[in-house]
């Protein structure tokens, strides 16, 4: 299974991005998805997950400001950023749950991150 991340870059405070996140392989079926974020010199941290029957969470300090979303007939999890502040600031990596086919287990899947910037 691989995951391609894209839609990172520089925005200025304020500004807005879409990331999204292509999982391609052997998948059966994806149970959750999520993105999670590692700022320098920090630990990767979960910033927001969608399950399967689109139930989400988020970081408290993106409520309000991030929308995460999925397309399952795309494979794909979306991360709506609005509003975006200097310490939004990471490479976010998006991780899927998926089940191969032919097979009744879940693993987890990363993808190799996208580099966020926003500058103040």
């Known amino acids: 299974v691989q995951l391609q991340a894209s839609g990172g870059g520089l925005v200025q405070t304020g500004g807005s991005l879409r990331l999204s996140c292509v999982a391609s392989g052997n998948i059966f079926s994806i149970n959750a998805m999520g993105w999670y974020r590692q700022a320098p010199g920090k630990q990767r941290e979960l910033i927001a997950d969608?399950?399967?029957?689109?139930?989400?969470n988020y970081k408290d300090s993106v409520k309000g400001r991030f929308t995460i979303s999925r397309d399952n007939a795309k494979n794909t999890v979306y991360l709506q950023m609005n509003s975006l502040k200097p310490e939004d600031t990471g490479v976010y990596y998006c991780?899927?749950?998926?089940?191969?086919?032919?097979?009744?287990?879940?693993?987890?899947?990363w993808g190799r991150g996208t580099q966020v910037t926003v500058s103040s």
């Open positions: 969608i399950t399967s029957d689109e139930s989400t």
């Open positions: 991780k899927i749950r998926s089940r191969p086919e032919g097979h009744f287990y879940y693993q987890d899947y």
